[in-house]
């Protein structure tokens, strides 16, 4: 599966932007997806999950109430809404898909949140 991200960028404390991930597979409802974050040298951590249907969702404490997981099944494309952005939420963010013991990483997108 191809993951190609994209929607990072720089904003201000306070903004929000919206990350997109298409996914190049015909059996994309099948995916779990999420999205995690990286600071350079360490590892990823999860922001946030959605299941295949759409119906369960996860997310990391420290983003709760500021960010949304959401999909298209029918657009091959999970999105992270995120606002009330925070400088501490810089970082590279990266798409991924989940079934079974498949996984696969997108690319990351770099979202810088300026003070």
């Known amino acids: 599966v191809q993951l190609q991200a994209s929607g990072g960028g720089l904003v201000q404390a306070g903004g929000s932007l919206r990350l997109s991930c298409a996914a190049f597979?015909?059996?994309?409802?099948?995916?779990?997806m999420a999205w995690f974050r990286q600071d350079p040298g360490k590892e990823r951590t999860i922001v946030a999950a959605?299941?295949?249907?759409?119906?369960?969702?996860y997310y990391a404490d420290s983003v709760k109430g500021r960010y949304t997981i959401s999909r298209d099944n029918a657009k091959n494309t999970v999105y992270l809404q995120m606002d009330s952005l925070k400088p501490e939420d810089t970082r590279v963010y990266y798409c991924?898909?989940?079934?079974?013991?498949?996984?696969?990483w997108g690319q990351g997108t770099q979202v810088t949140v300026s003070s």
């Open positions: 991924y898909a989940a079934r079974g013991f498949y996984a696969h």
């Open positions: 597979t015909r059996t994309f409802s099948s995916y779990a």
């Open positions: 959605i299941t295949w249907s759409g119906e369960d969702t």
